[in-house]
Every structure is written in C-alpha cells, then in structure tokens.
C-alpha cells in the first residue's frame, strides 16, 4: 500500500506526537525512552485494522498504545502509578499497555515473552479464521533469547498471520548489536525458519510502514509470518539515569543526521504536502498536548490502596460456562 | 455412569468440552493422528476433530506456553499438551511471569483460559517421573490439578477447561492405564479447589495426592484391622488448596499424615502443613508426620526408584508415629 | 576489618577468589566494563581482570546457565550473573534437570561449582523485585543463599565460589547500596548451611531472611520495650536449611514467626515451619504465625508494593499473636 | 584430514560395532535405537583427543562413549540399571554416559541441554586456552528448542571451539523433519548466526569425520564453532515399542539402499582396503562382542540399595580449597 498525502500527514502527526513523548518522558526517573526510533514504532502500529491485535516492544510502547486509542493522560498516569492508572496502579505502564485496545504489554521485566503470547494471539486469529493478523516488535537483543527462535519458527511451521518487527537500535542496555549478532543482521534469521527476512531503513516511517502493509497483507491472506530487521538509533539512554556514554560520538552524529523525523519533515516539504509553518504547529500542538497529558497525570492522585487485592487473584468462573 | 480408565476418561471429558465449545483446541508435540500423544494421551482426539483443532508443534514448549497464553487471551480455550512433566521448566517463565499475573494485574482486563497438560509419575516409562510441582506451584496465580481417579480426572478436566485462569493438569502414568472405574457418563465439573474426604475415619488424618491416594487407601485398610480409623483426603486441586476440608479433619483426628510423591523441598503441600500448624498448633498437641519422595534426583534402577518412593510400610509407619502420641 | 556496603562487600568476595583461584570468571550481560553490571553489581571487576575473565553475554540466560554448568563440570568455577531473580525461569531447565543432578546421579563422578547471582527484592528499580526463589528451591542439589547484611554477603559469596555444588546467590536490591558495615579484610567463608543468630531472647522466634532481618530487628527493639525477648534465626542459606539451629530456638521459646518476603504459595520457608511442626508440634502447644508477601503478583505503585509487603506492624502483629498463647 | 587406509578400517570397525550395538539394543524395551545413523555417530566422535569433551546425542550414545573408552558390558549394563552400571544404577544408561571418559550424557530426559552445557565446555577449553575443542550432536527436532538457538549465538559471538553436528533423521518421534523445519535444512540455521552451515552425507561416514575434523581445526585454532546438518534416516522406530508404521515405505526403501556401513564396505572393497571375508570376520566379531557384553549385563545383579543414597545429595567441600 503506497501511503497518499492523507496517510504522509497522519503519519508526520503520529512521529511528532510519538517524539515529544519520547524526549518528554525521558525527564521522569527511571523510563526507558526511544528517541530516534519513532518511525518505527509509528510504521509497525499505524496501519493496524480496529480488530487485530498487536504486542509493541516496550520501548516505544506508548506511542503503539496511544495509536489504537488509549488515552495519552491515562497511559502516562499508569507510567507513574497513580490511580488514575489504567489498573489502578497495579502494573507498571511504561510497559504494560491497556489490553481493551487490543495492544498486549509485559506483565513482567522478562524480555521476551511477548514474541511467543503474540504468536499465540496470531494463532487465535487463525483458529477464528477470521482475516486478521497480529504486528509486534522486540529489540535486537531480545532476538538472542531462546524464545524468539521457537516462536518464529512455530509461527512458520504453523503459517501464523504475524508480522515480527525488529526495533533494530543499535544497542541492548550497554551491549552493542554487533558484539552480540556477528552478522549485524537479524533478518539472516528468517532464513533459518523458511520465512522472508526484511531489512528496512527503520529511520524512513514510510519505509516501515510499506514493509509492514506488505507483510500484513501476506500473513492476513494466509501466507504465514514475515520477519522485518528496521535499522534505527536509539539517541536517549537504555533508560532516564544512563547516559550512553558508550556511543561513539561520530556514530551519533550519522544517526542524528539520519532523524526519522526531521527526514520526514524534508518529504513533506520537498513534495509540497505541508509546508514548514503547518509542520510546526502540528509539532506544537503535539508538544502542548503531551506536557499537559503530563501534567494532569503528576497531578493525579496517589493509588489508593482499594487496588490492592488479594481476592480477585484468580478470574472468576463464567457463570454459563461452569454449569453448562 | 460409565467404566474408563484414567486416560480414557481425561479425553472424554475434552471430547464433551470440544463438542459444545468451538473454542477448545489442543497444541502439542505428537498428538497427532500417527502418535497420539505420549502413552495415547490424545488418542482419537485427532481422527475426530482434525489438524485444525489438534495441532502438531515442533519441539518448542517454550513457544507452545507462550502461544497458548495468547491464543487464550484472544478469546479461545487452548489445551497445550506439554508431554512430560519434567519439561515444565521450560514453560515457566510465560506462565509464572506473565499468565499467572495477568489477570490481577490488568486489574481484571485479561483472563487466561489456558490448561497445561502433563504426565508425571514414576510409570511404565523408565524416566519423566519428575512432576517439579513445586516449580509451578510456587506463583501465585496458577491454578494447579492433580487427579487420582478416572472420575476426578474426567470431572476436573471439565472444570479445568471451563475455569478462566491457567489450570496445570497433572496425569500419573502409574495409574493412567489402570483398571476402569465408574465415571458419570455425561460433563460434570467437580469444582476445583475442592477437596475429596476419600474415606472417613477418626483417629488420624491422611493427606495423600495423586498415585499415593490408593497406597494410603491400602494403608488404612491395614490399620483399620489394628483399630485405627483413618480419614483420607485428597485435596485434587493442589493450588489453590482446599484448607478448610484438611482442617475441618485436623480439628477432629488431631493428628496428621502427608504423602506425596514429591521431594519435600519445595513440596506445595509443606504449606499445607504449615497453615494446619499455624491453626491448631496452639491448642495442644498436634503430631504431625510427612512421607515424601527420598530428597535426591529419582534414582533409575528399578529397586531404587522404588525405595526412593513412599510404600505401603512408610505410610502405616509413619501413622503409627503420630498415633502414639495420646490426645 | 573494614567497611563495605552490600554490594562492595559481594564484589570484594569475588576479587579475592579470582585473585587466589584462576579457574574463577565471571560472564553476565552488561557486567563489562561499560555498565558494570545492573546496580553496578560488577563493578571494578572488568578493569582488573578484563574480557576475558569478565564476559559480556547476549541476552540469553538459559545458554548462559548451560554454558556455566559445562564450563564447572570442565574444571573452572563459573560466577554467572543472570541480571535480575525474575529471569531464573529461564535458567531452571539447565539447574534443575541437569546441574543439580549430576553429583548424585554421576555417582560422584561430576561435580558443578557454578554460582549463579541475582537481584532481586523491592528495591530502588521499579520492577524486578519478585525473587522466584521458591522455583529455585523446589528441586533438591541447588543451594541457595540469601544474605542480608554486607558481613554475611561477603562471607556467604566466598563460601559459593568455594563450594562445589550449584549455588544461586540472590543480592537484595533494598539494602545494595545501603550504609557501610564492619565486614573481615581478609577472605573469611561462612559455611553454607548454617544459620546465623542474630538476637538471643527467650519468649519468641523470629525466623527472617533477607531484607526482611533488619525489619525483625527492628521490631524485636520495639517488642524488647513492652517486655518481649525476641530471638532473631537467619537461615542465610534457604537450601539446605540450618533446622537445628531454628529447632533448638523454638525448643527454648515454643512460639515461631517467620518473616520473608516471598509469597507464601511456594515460599521454601514452608519446609522449616512443617518440620518444626512435626518435630516439636506433638509435644504441646506451638503457636506459630507466619508474615509474608502478599498471595498476588506484585503490585507496582509505591502505596501498593509497599501494602503488599510485611511491615514493622505486621510482625509486631504476629509476634502478639504467638505470645497470646501461653506457655 | 583425508582419511588414509588405516584409518578406514578403523571407522569399518566402529561402523559395524555401532550397528550391531543398535540391531541388538533395539531388542531391549524401550531403547531408542538409531539403526541406519551409525554414520554420523562414528563419523563425529572418532577423531577426538584424548583430553577433548563430547557431548553425544542420545540416539547413539553408548557407541561415542564406547569409542572414547567405556567398557561395553558396563554401558550395557548402566542401561539395564544393574549393580554393574557405572553409576550403581542411579541414572539411566542409555541417555546418560560416564563422564569419566570426557562423554557428557543427559541426566535428564530433557532434550537441548546438552547443546548449552556442550558450549560451556567449549568456553573451558577456551578459558584454559590448551587448543581443545568440543563436539556435540543432537537431533534435528531439538534444533526447533530456544536452547539451541542461544547455545550456537553465544558460541558465535565468543568464538568458542565446537562443532555441532546435528544428526538430521527426518524425524522427532513421529514429527517429520519437514513439519518442524520448514526449509528442511538445519544447516541454514547458521546463517543467523554467522557461523559456517555445512551440508555433510550423514549415510557417508568419511563425509561426516571429514567435515567434523576440518571444524575441529577450525575450532581448536580459535576460528569458532560450525553446524555440520548430517543427513540421515531413523530405519528404527524412535523406541523398542514403536513400529515406525509413520514412514511411507518408497522412503524407507530410499534409504535403506543407502545404507551406512554398506556404503563404506563397497568403498572398501573397491579400493582394495579390505576384502569382503575381512569385512565378514569384523563384524561377526562385532557382533558377538556386542552380544557376549548384552549377556554379561544381563547376568549382572540388580542394583543395590546401598547406591541410594540421599547422604551424598551434595558434592563435599574439598578441604583444602574450603579452608584456604
Ligand atoms: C530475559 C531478560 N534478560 C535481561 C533483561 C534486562 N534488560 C532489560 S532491557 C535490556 C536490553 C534489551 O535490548 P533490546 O532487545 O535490543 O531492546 P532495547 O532496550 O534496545 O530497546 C536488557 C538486557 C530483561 N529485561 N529480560
Ligand atoms: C524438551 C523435550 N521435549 C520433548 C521431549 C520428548 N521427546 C523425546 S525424543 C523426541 C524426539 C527428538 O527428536 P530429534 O531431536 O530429531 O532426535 P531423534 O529422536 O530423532 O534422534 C521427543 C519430542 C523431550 N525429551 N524433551
Ligand atoms: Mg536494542
Ligand atoms: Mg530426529
């Protein structure tokens, strides 16, 4: 699917939105930013249909979130645990996202585990029959647990509809990409499964976003899983209190010359879809909308201790079922 | 009522919740048409539903959890056949750290309408006798089934399949192609968290799971010739325990006996002790014996295996430990 | 003697074998020079002794627990850091099945001197609190460790790289980089398996791990003020547990409490509390009570974790409970 | 390394005694024979040093164990479980081997084990820098574990000396090859990780050693580890009880004209190495070695409560180093 001028302008809407947040929420203690890798966060989860599911990595999880409808304040009130919080404060909202928008979080710190529960949710989909496909994302370092290599390859042997999307940056926490995959290539994975293994510049949001449609419609008309390797950057730390002084500078300055946004910025301009005064007043708006979503949540008040159990640990009987 | 062994009756009860529910599917390593799973655990399951519902895996229990969970949450009721007990290692970290948790941490949003099926037990199989209950009981969250009878396996897989939260469901290969037993013809749930008082008695109280439930009936048996009365309960749902039942007894016999075929590091029903000890223990004496697999790896040679494991003499010892003290 | 947090008494200990023993290395994530380890659980260690005896991992516990047990089987002594507690899921196929096997089932032939260390505990990280340390503890051939002061972390992490059995060494996260103790200058090893009195009294025993001493203590000096002598029992080493020692307590005072902050579900501490029971239970009243996490994943806004956890008035609570009854 | 005419008369004789070993084994309940592997077993462990560790596959096990030294009768009987085993009976023979002869076995019955504790085994070799390599095998199904994907990337990334030979049947139990592994190949797999993926007859013994040994010098010159994909096929059932009913018989017939030791016996006898009454005398002697050592076991008490511990559940301190 070629994105029209309609799509190019939500898309820019949804990068700047996705950056502010970004640079906005790195300021607070403690939270795992992605700036530099909006475009493919905005590319793997824009284009999803209203029914499909999709597992975000957690870098960038809000911005997916956000995308499928979750509101910005509350996303943000359940990053800090107030009550607010879309659980009331019960899991950490930097990366647990509300599931009501069909978007599935980490209920723990385990790396991984999302790969093989979206593999599942794909499997749904395919038992239901009903045409959709689920999208998620994982880091390159997340591609060297166990889990990654039976869940695509399950995925494969079961022709799942599911588009795996690497978040390619660069780097896990300290360790560099090409200290930890000797190719430097997580697409020469697919190979390994029988899949197509997809390098794209994961700085160029149209760029993912084409690979992803394609691979969408692939998986959605039965042709099984797509493996797609987005090469981007991640310019802020692994996390608020690191300062990536482990990143050669000359290595920064190609990437920050390589801004998905300001690259995007340069389309728009150059094909004379917006020009720069309205570009920056999305970006404005977009600044104002996450300072003040931020505000009202530091605002909000405290989780209050009604959220904390112990009597609904287990989900209760459906009560047709049990006496059927 | 009909008569089916212990493995016929566990597909029965899958067979019924296949046929009112659309939403019922099996995932595991050889549970196809051709091997129908370890020791038949699947057997006809495949000829009758097909490929679609019954879906052979590459060995990948990791994926096969993992998948589960998200097929689950998505709306559908997968049966994941984990052939062996001994691989639940490789499930848990998608059941412990995320199934288990999701529904109270999605503050109600998520449920995981999941079984995990496993064989377990020293059996006619020279190994996977590990049952590591005690890994997969020790999160909170996990809803944890052991039957001892063709009619508790059939009734609590009914409910296991029903139940929306991630259900182990342990099968004993010792006792999975016993004799046939009456079990109800038609779907009937037995609740889990719900203990069995499997004999009544009076002087002592035997806590017994899985294979162990018929050597403790054997032990009561002889000790009822000696005049001692034993009530055996089976609490059948490991996790979450039936308490109240193994109080209730308690609080009558005042004394109380634990076998299972479990190491007794990390044995669940150590907590099970516990909270007896914790209840009645301040009102008087309260002797207490425990007869548990021998605390090393199981040993393989026949005569080691079964010296490894609680007999018939262990249990009726170990009672007479706990009836000697006087009320 | 000299003073060390947590932390720098665990990496002392450390230095001081790889120093005497060239077998010794070290392999994690993020542990090399760079990082230094989460919480800078590494520190100064990459400097000295750089690559290649301070290995930088992909992420992939499971390989890097393997790879420790065939590296010990091998002649080295593996330290194996695996980031945070929460991940041991990963690595319990390659322990349990394997490593804490070998030395029984080689009948002596292999022996497995890898340590595996890990965070855990709520602490200054938002997440990665919860210690799975009832997963690790449920299999028999794995110690397990737990210290909560930086005298006994330096001497329990000497004792691990030492001792010839698979030890998984857990670093509490709430008192890492707490104040400076008074920790020996020289290597001195606390033996696994012994625990360690830490308050003599006389009405009460308080069984307490991890960072969970220091709130004993704490509520032993407000319990000492109305006239409770509480003794304070840390196991440090969870497996193979000191019971004589918590035993000869509770023979003395004939009133237990235990104090972890692991779930009950699956907490090894259950072990100890039956073992108790049936050792000292038949001889008359035994009040016991225990205070422990709360039977749920763990909430994360600060006002939930911190509800969820045991708290000075919860033991308070329980020692009131135990001393009701009297003797 | 070519192999010269000694050193093909060797792999004949172990060739033949593997084949009788399997033939004769499958006999006993429950053994998981791999008549018509021979060859890939023979092949990568033959050429081992002396002070080099393996970690076999446990279809095949007791031949690498028998070739790096353990007595037969006494692997037999550690199968049996018999007073004679060399671990008193406590583990099970067939799948876990004496590690007294540098030949690591499973003490588990779960598979991909082996693969990581093999790459740590490397790791040793490479951390005691003494130029010796590992080789391990596994089957192709366990190449679809996470375990196998870690194993092989952390090998790659620390260049550690080892060679993984996968002893590629075509099956799992009844799962076909080409239902778990959708291109059919193991060796593509390395692809992912940046290693060499080698193709190897696994029917053809002098294939297999020669492939093995050119990675072993790789290996032990610090170059890192290989994937050997050895082609093969199960002709016995996974174990005693099954009947391979599963196998299309056109494909059976295929494989069964390619025959292993048939195979290196024409090669033999046409290059004049041996005559075909040689050969004969070798493998009646095999034959009756191997029955003679079945009988032997068989004659041997049961084992003895005295092994059954639980006393010695942990390995004791040793003192010097405790109190050092
Ligand atoms: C199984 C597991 N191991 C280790 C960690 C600790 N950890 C958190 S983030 C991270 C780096 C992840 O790298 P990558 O997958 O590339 O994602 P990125 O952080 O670069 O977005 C690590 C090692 C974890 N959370 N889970
Ligand atoms: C983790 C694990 N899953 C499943 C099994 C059960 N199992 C035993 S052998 C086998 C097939 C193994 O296939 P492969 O690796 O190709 O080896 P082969 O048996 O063909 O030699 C299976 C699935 C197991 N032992 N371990
Ligand atoms: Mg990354
Ligand atoms: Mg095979």
Redesign the pocket.
């Known amino acids: 699917m070629k994105p029209d001028e309609n799509l190019k302008v939500a898309l820019y809407q949804n990068l700047v939105k996705a950056r502010e947040l970004e640079e906005q929420m790195t300021k607070l203690a403690g939270f795992?930013a992605?700036v530099g890798e909006e475009a493919v966060v905005v590319g793997a989860f824009f284009g999803l249909k209203d029914g499909e599911y999709c597992a975000p990595?957690?870098?960038g999880a809000l911005t997916a979130a956000h995308m499928r409808g979750a509101d910005l304040h509350r996303l943000i009130a359940s990053v800090m645990g107030k009550a607010t919080s879309y659980t009331r404060g019960r899991v950490r909202g930097d990366i647990c996202l509300p599931f009501q928008f069909r978007t599935l979080g980490m209920f723990s710190?385990?790396?991984?585990n999302p790969m093989n529960i979206a593999t599942g949710m794909a499997l749904a989909s395919k038992q239901r029959g009903d045409g959709t496909a689920v999208v998620t994302s994982?880091?390159?370092?997340?591609?060297n647990?166990g889990g990654f290599h039976e869940a695509l390859n399950l995925a494969a042997c079961l022709s799942l509809p599911i588009v795996y999307v690497c978040?390619n940056?660069g780097?896990?926490?300290s360790?560099r990409?090409d200290y930890s995959i000797k190719t430097g290539s997580v697409a020469d994975r697919a190979v390994g499964y029988g899949i197509p293994g997809i390098e794209v510049d994961g700085n160029d949001v149209i760029a993912v976003f084409e690979a992803v449609q394609t691979a969408l419609e692939r998986a959605r008309a039965g042709q099984g899983p797509t493996l797609i390797d987005a090469r981007t950057y991640?310019l802020s730390g692994?996390y608020t209190g690191d300062n990536n002084h482990y990143q050669p500078s000359e290595e920064r300055e190609a990437w920050i010359a390589r801004d998905p946004v300001a690259r995007l910025r340069a389309d728009l301009a150059a094909s004379g879809i917006m020009d720069e005064a309205r570009m920056d007043e999305i970006r404005s708006a977009a600044h104002a909308e996450v300072a003040a979503a931020i505000a009202a949540a530091q605002a909000d008040p405290e989780a209050d201790l009604s959220a904390l159990g112990p009597d609904d640990l287990y989900c209760p009987d459906d009560a047709e079922r049990a006496s059927a | 009522m009909t008569q089916m062994t212990f493995q016929e009756a566990v597909v029965a009860a899958i067979v019924e919740e296949m046929d009112r529910d659309p939403t019922v599917f099996n995932m595991g390593q050889d549970i196809g048409p051709i091997y129908m799973g370890a020791m038949h655990s699947a057997k006809g399951l495949s000829e009758k539903y097909g490929a679609d519902r019954i879906i052979d895996t590459p060995i990948s229990e990791t994926a096969m959890t993992g998948a589960g969970i998200g097929a689950a949450i998505c709306g559908m009721r997968p049966i994941v056949q984990i052939m062996f007990a001994e691989f639940l290692g490789m499930t848990i970290t998608p059941l412990a750290c995320e199934a288990s948790a999701m529904w109270y941490k999605s503050d109600g949003q998520i449920s995981v309408p999941l079984v995990i099926r496993v064989l377990c037990g020293a059996g006619p199989h020279r190994g996977h006798a590990e049952d590591y209950i005690g890994i997969v009981s020790s999160v909170p969250g996990i809803k944890v089934v052991m039957p001892s009878c063709p009619a508790d396996a059939k009734g609590l897989m009914t409910a296991a399949i029903r139940d929306n939260n991630p259900v182990i469901f342990f099968e004993h290969m010792g006792i999975y192609h016993g004799p046939r037993q009456e079990v109800p013809g038609e779907a009937v749930a037995i609740p889990l968290g719900k203990a069995d008082v499997k004999r009544e008695g009076a002087d002592v109280t035997i806590v017994a799971t899985g294979m162990m439930v018929q050597r403790a009936q054997r032990a009561a048996d002889k000790l009822a010739a000696e005049g001692t009365s034993v009530e055996i309960i089976d609490p059948r749902t490991i996790v979450p325990l039936d308490i109240e039942t193994v109080l209730a007894s308690v609080r009558k016999t005042r004394r109380l006996v634990v076998v299972t075929e479990s190491w007794r590091t990390g044995d669940p029903l150590s907590d099970m002790v516990s909270r007896v000890a914790e209840e009645l223990g301040a009102e008087g004496p309260l002797p207490i014996a425990r007869v548990a697999l021998q605390d090393t790896a199981r040993p393989f040679a026949l005569p080691l295996t079964r010296a490894s494991m609680p007999d018939l003499k262990d249990i009726i010892d170990a009672v007479h430990k706990v009836t000697k003290v006087q009320k």
Chains 1, 4 share one sequence.
């Open positions: 795992h992605g990595h957690y870098r710190g385990v790396l991984g994982f880091g390159e370092g997340t591609s647990i978040q940056n780097y896990a926490m360790t990409s991640r692994h």
